[in-house]
């Protein structure tokens, strides 16, 4: 025990020894025993930048080394040539594989989280849906209700009340109505001037950090915390209770409405609708679509993610990406210098969508939502961030702002 201690105690001299020579070098240590997880222990609280860094001073290229016991080894790469044949010239090569699912075990067996054969039939059945001619039209149609029914109502009442409000929440509000709409055909109104408590949102983001963390920890670990069920495995087990007893209902009442009513409605076909009949139908593209409760559960939790909690961070950022001068009309930002063409970023330079067959199948929607709500914000409102209000990013596999978004709004 003794023996431990002093060599714990050595390590930890050690370690803070080194740490401000090896800052400045940007390049970790790879230390006895521990790997490079001293390291990344310490930066775990500014990860992004932090890989930001070791990737600048790296050449892109970084290989992770944790301790030697915990099998925790991986290759961090921005650099686009590798990206290019990670994702798209090589794709077969690198399935994501069995550590993957594990740690993204919530998403269970739905597009996110499968390979193979699911995999593929999976987004072929999502191609078909987003394919069909009436899938813009619904969209449009949906996103432009909670623009006028929640998103001005709710702006109008914090203008004209001169109080300052948390726009990133809004927009998360916002962006879970819209998505619980798409795909369950159900309007939580979450979105609206009494901001209600949204138990299933607090659940969201709970996951998504814990998922996050999941990454960063040896896999011994968290499984011996959730079989332990404590920590933040213990938090994830009750965020994933919240949100499963709010989708089986939503399943349920679902299966009673096509039971009892014909949905005659064709410009209506939310995701839990479509499936659910054409399972019914048995379409032989469908063969991959179980009609058990927990493959819709599944499908269901992977669009509210994948297409939820991305649209309104995206949104929250907004006014970030384009820099500081993002308010002034610059057309050449996106255009050529001859005016001629669109400046297309290749999507493995800007992976935001990911790129190659595994690219979003989501982009256009996003895309129609982002553009409806940040053009009714900039025609109707002139908003401000509060003075002095922290602005980092929050630890989590969707990009949040860690202290939320504090505005003030004013007519314009
Ligand atoms: C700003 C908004 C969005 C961003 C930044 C974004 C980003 C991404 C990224 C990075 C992936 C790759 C994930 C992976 O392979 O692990 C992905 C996949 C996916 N996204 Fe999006 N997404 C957005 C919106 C949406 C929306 C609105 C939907 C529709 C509901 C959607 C549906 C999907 C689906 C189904 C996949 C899985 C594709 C596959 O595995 O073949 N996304 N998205």
């Not at 431990?4 to 080194?18: E, M, R, S, T």
């Not at 930066?43 to 600048?56: E, G, P, S």
């Not at 290989?63 to 290019?84: M, Q, R, S």
């Not at 609708?273 to 679509?289: A, G, N, R, S």
Request: net charge neutral; charged share 25%; glycine share 6%.
């Amino acid at each position: 025990m003794a023996l431990v201690a002093i060599f714990l105690l050595l390590l930890l001299v050690v370690v803070i020894g080194h740490r401000r020579k090896k800052r400045n070098s940007g390049l970790l240590t790879n230390w006895p025993v521990a790997g490079m997880m001293p390291e990344l222990l310490e930066n775990i609280t500014r990860i992004h930048d932090f890989a930001t860094d070791v990737l600048k001073n790296s050449g892109g290229t970084f290989e992770f080394k944790g301790p030697w016991f915990a099998n925790h080894h991986f290759l961090v790469t921005n650099d686009p040539i590798n990206v290019h044949h990670i994702l798209n010239a090589s794709f077969a090569n690198y399935p994501k594989g069995p550590d993957f699912k594990k740690i993204f075990e919530p998403f269970g067996d739905g597009i996110i989280n499968s390979e193979s054969d699911l995999w593929k039939n999976q987004r072929r059945m999502y191609q078909t849906l987003i394919g069909q001619s009436k899938y813009e039209p619904f969209i449009e149609k949906t996103i432009l209700g909670k623009v006028v029914d929640g998103l001005i109502p709710v702006l109008d009442h914090v203008s004209k009340s001169s109080i300052q409000v948390d726009l990133q929440d809004v927009f998360q509000r916002l962006t879970l109505d819209n998505i619980c709409l798409l795909v369950l055909g159900f309007n939580p109104h979450c979105l609206s001037v009494e901001f209600p408590k949204v138990e299933c949102k607090k659940a969201f983001d709970d996951v998504e950090e814990i998922i996050f963390h999941r990454h960063f920890k040896p896999q011994s670990w968290w499984r011996l915390q959730r079989w332990l069920q404590i920590g933040r495995e213990k938090k994830l087990t009750r965020s994933l209770k919240v949100f499963d007893d709010f989708i089986y209902k939503c399943i349920a009442s679902k299966r009673h409405e096509l039971s009892k009513f014909e949905i005659t409605d064709e410009s209506n076909f939310d995701m839990l609708t479509t499936y659910m009949k054409k399972q019914e139908e048995k379409q032989e593209q469908v063969d991959c679509i179980s009609n058990s409760d927990k493959f819709l559960r599944d499908t269901a939790f992977n669009l509210m993610v994948a297409g939820g909690d991305t649209i309104s961070a995206g949104l929250t950022w907004v006014k970030e990406t384009w820099g500081e001068d993002c308010l002034e009309f610059k057309p050449e930002r996106w255009i050529s210098c001859d005016g001629k063409e669109i400046v297309n970023v290749p999507a493995y330079k800007f992976t935001a969508y990911n790129a190659g067959p595994q690219s979003c199948l989501g982009k256009g929607m996003s895309f129609i939502v982002m553009k409806m709500v940040a053009a009714t914000m900039l025609w109707n409102y002139r908003v401000e961030v509060a003075e002095g209000y922290p602005i980092s990013p929050s630890l989590s596999i969707v990009l949040y702002m860690k202290h939320g978004l504090k505005v003030s709004i004013s007519h314009r």
